[in-house]
């Protein structure tokens, strides 16, 4: 019996280990994309915080993390984001087409690629964001 129970948490403790790492790598790309934006990188890993900063990144008011909440229109929203981000660095429709189809790859791509970040797109002075 209690075999069964140390093997158990022994699971459950490998289980949280495994998710905490999936989580840490699905958020590298942000990270760098942060970075890229003179954003905090840090905030890549917080949740919610982080679609904020992103909000913030390409130019959008931070009240719009409200819509993320809003089913379907949450998904819109996603990719008005993502389109954003594209331009931001200074990347078209395509691109944003990857960007919402295989985010982590194409997030990746803006990290590590020679993308450079011009700016918010959504801005209308075109000028930086404050964080």
Do not use: E
């Not at 379907?72 to 919402?100: E, K």
């Amino acid at each position: 019996m209690v075999d069964a129970i140390v093997a158990s948490a022994g699971g459950a403790v490998l289980g949280v280990i495994l998710a905490i790492a999936v989580y840490v790598i699905a958020c590298l790309p942000l990270w760098g994309i942060f970075n890229k934006a003179r954003a905090p990188g840090w905030a890549a890993f917080v949740p919610f915080y982080n679609i904020y900063t992103l909000l913030k990144v390409v130019g959008r008011p931070g009240w719009w993390l409200v819509f993320y909440f809003i089913p379907i229109v949450n998904i819109i929203i996603t990719i008005v984001v993502m389109y954003d981000l594209s331009q931001s660095f200074g990347h078209g429709v395509g691109f944003t087409v990857g960007l919402v189809v295989l985010s982590w790859i194409f997030m990746l791509i803006l990290w590590v690629g020679s993308s450079a970040y011009r700016g918010p797109a959504a801005s209308p002075q075109g000028g930086s964001a404050a964080y």
